[in-house]
Nanobody, 115 residues
Framework: QVQLAESGGGLVQAGGSLRLSCAAS????????MAWYRQAPGKQREWVAS???????NYADSVKGRFTISRDSAKNVVYLQMNDLKPEDTGVYYC?????????WGQGTQVTVSS
């Protein structure tokens, strides 16, 4: 049974930084992409950033230049470095791993940015 676990969330002032981590437990093979999503209160979950097996990264316009996604493929861990945080970055952040057959989601970690 594959499980993803996020960590690193918390409360930070505007302009601050946080680094999220997401690690997979269990046997998971052929990860095609790793991604981060977030969900603000009362809003739909939205894609934030992704990194493919080949290393291609993409970001939502709202976080471009402030967030950086990276990974440790050997450990099946994905990171999200978040700098210059803004109150509108507040939400629950979820990681997602995609293989050829399955999609896995983490349980989420809360990020709160105070103004």
């Amino acid at each position: 049974q594959v499980q993803l676990a996020e960590s690193g969330g918390g409360l930070v002032q505007a302009g601050g930084s946080l680094r999220l981590s997401c690690a997979a437990s269990g046997s998971i093979f052929s990860i095609n992409a790793m991604a981060w999503y977030r969900q603000a209160p009362g809003k739909q979950r939205e894609w934030v950033a992704s990194i493919t097996r080949g290393g291609t990264v993409n970001y939502a316009d709202s976080v471009k230049g402030r967030f950086t996604i990276s990974r440790d493929s050997a450990k099946n861990v994905v990171y999200l470095q978040m700098n210059d945080l803004k109150p509108e970055d507040t939400g629950v952040y979820y990681c997602r791993f995609l293989t050829g057959l399955n999609t896995y989601w983490g349980q989420g970690t809360q990020v709160t940015v105070s103004s």
